[in-house]
């Protein structure tokens, strides 16, 4: 059997919101650009970005902040930095309908109008699945045999044996073998500079974990007898998960027995009930860390937290701090996929990163584990946004509901940029859009890249005061000539073409 055909794996990224706010060029919150995956602006052109065949083996996925991600075999794409323009693609039969892609590789095979197969996978998870598949397609294999037997050598049926493989930090599942009828198995592993790590499990049995199988051990002994495995009887651990506060029973919050807390691999997992109760089995008779989390509470992981059988263990959690809503169109309809971005504003000297969510279905969407502080909330598709940002205050352990109306078509700005006789532009150059208010802009860079005349379009750009700026890679480039900033009105769907071309130079430092 090869493990590496299926499309569908379970890959656990486990990280509070809060992690993500960090250091980041205070910029990157200034400005506006379209960043929803559906846009209503009117490509002319087709990206230079955009390869005219699709890449052999590309994979697709979609970000947080709703644009898609591509990476092609022949040499993985880069994400594009905060300045650069995004490439963005849109249906020649059907303006409306766009893709915008965060990756230097916008390949076709992302769009969803093309007749060939698509190549856009539908969660992070397969994403990462299929990136190994496709990497590792012309590895060799290793062959791994094994049995699983009781403690009395009474072969068993039926065991589950999960693979894993870590790359570096990337830890990816490659799906399950289940042993014969005889207690054997064999995986068919690809040969490479990484490791696996099996987790044999069966009902009322003890879950063995095996960590970090190297390939090129495995191949020197693929000759060998098959490896054995003895299972033996569970321990169990029963409790109840409560609130910390009033002692009421926390239900369906997620229980997992872990070997150490920084352990990716759980040992067993479980449910709490409705009256707050759960029991861990496939326990060995050994101390464990648990880690219980729950939508709307405070994740906690306990270090050796109890030793297997334990019959009363206590799990108390505290409320998390909740921001959820629902997204509207100006018809006061439900606006599916739309994005949302909440910006914390008031942490002094550190410029924090957003947090993006995307609507469901039904246009609703909710986030927790936030800062308590004064946020600015906003929704955009396409060019449309919410305007004003929704400002809300935060507090320890609160659940704030709101509602954001897609009533604010964003303003487009128009220009030229030509470089001073004996300068000549990189095809990289780019005009931006820098906001003098920085927890008023959506946070989006402002980017408009510049065509072979020098013309650039930047769309969707809310009301307010921009300074102009025009850089080539990381490089800011001097104005010599033209306007420096740029006025955008309130009204909305209002195109702001600069009175005359912007003439640039190198910086003379340089």
């Not at 970000?63 to 300045?83: I, M, N, W």
């Not at 207690?183 to 990484?194: C, D, S």
């Not at 009421?248 to 919050?253: K, N, R, S």
């Not at 402002?446 to 013309?455: F, I, M, N, R």
Request: charged letters at 25%; glycine letters at 8%.
């Amino acid at each position: 059997m090869i493990l590496y055909s299926s499309p569908v794996f379970s890959y656990s990224v486990r990280q509070p919101v809060l992690a993500r706010f960090g250091l980041c060029a205070a910029v990157a919150l200034l400005f506006a650009l379209p960043a929803c995956k559906r846009s209503i602006r009117v490509s002319k052109a087709r990206p230079a970005d955009v390869t005219s065949a699709s890449p052999r083996g590309v994979l697709c996925v979609e970000q947080p902040d709703a644009c898609l991600y591509c990476v092609g075999r022949e040499g993985e794409a880069a994400f594009l930095e905060t300045f650069q323009s995004q490439p963005r693609v849109c249906d020649p039969k059907d303006p409306e309908e766009c893709v915008e892609f965060c990756s230097t590789l916008a390949p076709p095979c992302a769009l969803p109008w093309t007749p060939e197969p698509h190549c856009v996978l539908d969660s992070q998870l397969a994403f990462h699945r299929a990136l190994f598949n496709r990497d590792t397609a012309d590895r060799p294999e290793v062959a791994f045999s094994g049995r699983v037997t009781d403690e009395t050598g009474h072969r068993l049926e039926g065991v589950h044996v999960d693979i894993w493989v870590a790359r570096g930090t990337q830890f990816t599942s490659l799906g399950d073998e289940v042993s014969a009828k005889d207690g054997t198995f064999k995986l068919h592993l690809r040969n490479g500079p990484w490791t696996y790590s099996l987790r044999l499990r069966r009902t009322g049995l003890a879950s063995e974990i095996v960590d970090r199988l190297a390939p090129d051990k495995l191949a020197a002994s693929s000759a060998a007898p098959a490896r054995i495995f003895r299972m033996g009887a569970e321990s169990v651990a029963r409790g109840r998960v409560v609130d910390a506060e009033t002692g009421a029973p926390v239900a369906d919050a997620l229980l997992q027995a872990v070997r150490t807390p920084e352990d990716p691999l759980e040992v067993s997992e479980t449910r709490s009930g409705a009256d707050g109760a759960f029991m861990l089995g496939g326990l060995e008779a050994h101390r464990y860390s648990l880690r219980v989390s729950k939508f709307g509470w405070k994740s906690v992981t306990t270090k050796n937290a109890f030793s297997a059988p334990a019959a009363r263990l206590t799990v108390k959690l505290s409320h998390g701090t909740v921001i959820r809503g629902m997204v509207h169109n100006a018809d006061g309809k439900p606006e599916p996929n739309a994005t949302v971005a909440a910006v914390l504003s008031d942490v002094p000297g550190a410029p924090t990163l957003p947090i993006f969510w995307t609507t469901d279905s039904e246009g609703s969407f909710a986030q927790d584990h936030f800062a308590p502080g004064t946020y600015y909330l906003w929704a955009r598709r396409g060019d449309m946004l919410a305007y004003p940002p929704e400002k809300i205050e935060l507090v320890e352990k609160g659940d704030v509901t709101v509602e954001l109306r897609l009533d604010h078509k964003g303003a487009r700005v128009t220009g030229q940029v030509i470089p001073r006789p004996g300068y000549h532009l990189a095809s990289d150059a780019r005009a931006l859009l820098l906001g003098r208010a920085p927890s008023l802009g959506f946070p989006r860079p402002a980017v408009g890249a510049l065509d072979q005349d020098g013309h650039f379009l930047v769309a969707g750009v809310l009301p307010g005061r921009y300074e102009l700026s025009v850089r080539e890679g990381t490089r800011t480039l001097t104005i010599a000539q033209g306007p420096r900033d740029v006025e955008v009105p309130i009204d909305p769907d209002t195109t702001v073409a600069l009175p005359e071309p912007v003439v640039v130079r190198a910086q003379l430092a340089e």
